[in-house]
C-alpha cells in the first residue's frame, strides 16, 4: 500500500517536470524562432549597436559608450557566423513589453550625471550618436540627442509604437522623446512606453516597410541597365562582323602564302608569324594560374550569392549573406582548384620542366584571396581594437572561419586539383626553343591595358551607386535582379574587349597575350577603385581615422576580388579566342 502510494507520487512529480520542461520548450520557441506569441508573451528588446551617423561602420556596444541604464544582468544572445563577422551584439534591455499589452510611461532608471557622463554625452550629441534596437527582428534606430539653441539636450523617453496582425509582430517604430539638458549633476529618469495597434500587413512583408522603392526602383535605374544591354548588343555587333571579315580576309592571305610542302610563310606580319610562340609559358605561370582559379571560383561564387539572394529574404536576417558567402567559397573551393589545376596541365604540356610545380600552384590558389583578406581584416581588427569598436571581430569567430577554410576549403581545393591535372590533355601547338624577338610597338600601344577598363566600368557605374549607397548610407539592398543583369553584362563587355585586345596583340607579334589579357580585365577595379575614392569625398560626410581605414580597406578588398574575377573573364575568353584560331592554322 505504502510502496504503491510512493510510486503514483513519483509518477505525479515525473508529469509535472514533463509539463514544465514543455512549457519552458513552447515559450522558448514562441519568441526566438517561430515569432507567434500569445497574448501577454514577452518580446524581448535588444539593444545592438551604437555610433556616430555620418560614420556607419565606427559602431560601439550598445552599453560601452554612454552612460545608459545598463540592465540588471547582462545577457548576449548568440550571434550567428554572419553577425560576429558584421559587429552585431545583441543584449537584452529592461524593457517589459508584453505583447497586446500596452504600457503607460515606465521607469527604466535614474541616472545622476558626472562631469564625466556629462562631456561624453555632449561629444556624442555634437557627433550625432545614433543606436538601433531590434525587437522580434525588427529594427528600430534613434538618436541620442540634439543640440537646440547651443544647449546639448539628451531624449530620456522611448515610445514604442508597435503593431500585431493575429499573433506575429508586424510593425515596430521607436520614437525617442522628452528631451533633458545635459549637465554635471542632472538627473536623468530614463522610461518607456508601449501602444499596440491592429495592422494588415502580413507577417512576410512586414521587412517591406525598411526599403527604399523610389531609390532603387527610380527610371534611371531601368534606363542605365537598357542603356548597358545596347552597348553590349552594339559592342558584340562590332566584334563578331569586324573579327569574322579579319579574320576571313587572314585566311585567305595565308592560304595565298603557304609553299608547295606547306611549311614556310612569305608573309612578313600578322598574328601567325607568332604561332610557334603563342602557347609558351608565361612568367610566373604558378601566380597565374591561382588567379585564374580564383577567378574561377569568383565567378561562380557571385552567380551563387545573387541567386540566393533572389530566392530569398536575405536583407531580413542579419548577416545572412555573409554567412551565406563564407559557406559558398568553402564550397566552390573545389572549382578554383580544378580551374587552376587545368590551366597548370596546359603549361605543363609546353614546359615539361614546370611539372614539379604543381604543389606551389595547389597551394597557392587555395591561400591567395583568404590570405590576402585575413592579412586586411587582420589590420583593420588592430584599428577596431584600438577603438574598443564592435566591429572587431571576435577569436572565436576568426578560429571558426579558419577551421572551415582548413578543413573544408583546402581540401576541395585539392580534390579540385587532382581532377583537373588528370583530365585529358589538349594537344597544343609546337613551341620553338628560343623566344621570338617581339618588334617595337609605338608607345600609345600600351594604353590599351590601361583605357580597357572604361567601357566595363561604364557599364556597372551605376549600380555601383546603388550598392556603394546600400553599404554606407543606411539601406536594406534588396534588387538583385538588377544586380544579375549588370553581372551579365560586365562579363559580356570584358568578353568583347579581350577578344579585340588580343586580336591586336598577336597581330603586333606580341605572343605575351596571358597576362597582358588578364591585366585588361583587372583594370576595370582601378576604375572603380577611383569611383570609391569620388564617393568617398562627395558622396559622404565620412570622416576620422577609424572610418578612413575601414572604408578604403573594405574597397581594397572589394576592388581586389573584382580585379581578380574581371581578369579571370578576360584571359579565359582570350584563351579560347587564341585556341581557336590557331587549331586552325594547325588543321591547315
Known sequence: MISS???????????????????????????????????????????????????????????????????????????????????????????????????????????TLSQADADVL????????????????????????????????????????LGYNNNHVVLANMTAENKVAVAEGVELEFTYSVEWKASKIQFDNRFRRYLDESFFEHNIHWVSVLNSFMMVFVLACIVMIVLLRTLKADYARYDKDIDDDGTEFRDESGWKQVHSEVFRVPPQHVLLCALVGTGYQLVVLLFCLIFI??????????????????????????????????????????????????????????????????????LLNLVAVYYNSQQAI??????????????????????????????????????????????EKSHYSHGWIAAGGILPFGSIFIELYFVFTSFWNYKYYYVYGFMLLVYVILLLVTMCLAVVFTYYLLNSEDYRWQWSSFALGASTSG????????????????????MTMFYFGYMALFCGALAILCGTVSFITADMFVNRIYRNIKLE
Open 5 to 111: 502510494k510512493v510510486d503514483k507520487g513519483q509518477g505525479q512529480a515525473m508529469l509535472r517536470a514533463i509539463c514544465v520542461a514543455v512549457l519552458v520548450v513552447h515559450s522558448s520557441f514562441c519568441d526566438e524562432v517561430t515569432h507567434k506569441y500569445e497574448e501577454g508573451d514577452r518580446v524581448w528588446v535588444y539593444g545592438n549597436k551604437i555610433g556616430p551617423f555620418n560614420n556607419p561602420l565606427e559602431t560601439y556596444g550598445y552599453f560601452d559608450v554612454l552612460p545608459w541604464c545598463e540592465p540588471h544582468s547582462k545577457v548576449a544572445k548568440k550571434p550567428t557566423l554572419g553577425e560576429a563577422l558584421t559587429g552585431d551584439e545583441l543584449i537584452k534591455l529592461d524593457v517589459n513589453v508584453e505583447f497586446k499589452k500596452d504600457t503607460s510611461r515606465k521607469q527604466i532608471c535614474r541616472k
Open 122 to 161: 555632449k561629444a556624442a550629441i555634437k557627433e550625432q550618436y545614433w543606436y538601433q534596437l531590434f525587437l522580434d527582428d525588427l529594427p528600430t534606430w534613434a538618436a541620442v540627442g540634439k543640440i537646440v539653441k547651443g544647449e546639448y539636450m539628451m531624449y530620456t523617453h522611448q515610445r514604442f509604437s
Open 309 to 378: 539572394a533572389i530566392a530569398s529574404v536575405v536583407y531580413a536576417d542579419r548577416g545572412a549573406l555573409l554567412t551565406y558567402g563564407v559557406i559558398s567559397y568553402a564550397i566552390t573551393s573545389s572549382v578554383a582548384g580544378y580551374a587552376s589545376g587545368r590551366q597548370f596541365v596546359h603549361y605543363a604540356a609546353a614546359g615539361p620542366a614546370i611539372s614539379k610545380d604543381w604543389k606551389r600552384t595547389t597551394l597557392l590558389t587555395a591561400s591567395l584571396l583568404p590570405g590576402t583578406i585575413a592579412a586586411m581584416i587582420f
Open 394 to 439: 571576435p577569436f572565436t569567430t576568426m578560429v571558426a572561419v579558419v577551421l572551415i577554410w582548413l578543413f573544408v576549403s583546402l581540401p576541395l581545393v585539392v580534390v579540385g586539383t587532382f581532377i583537373g591535372r588528370h583530365r585529358k590533355k589538349v594537344d597544343i601547338l609546337r613551341v620553338s626553343q628560343i623566344p621570338r624577338h617581339i618588334p
Open 527 to 546: 576604375y572603380v577603385f577611383l569611383y570609391s575614392v569620388y564617393f568617398f569625398l562627395f558622396k559622404t560626410n565620412m570622416a576620422g581615422f577609424f
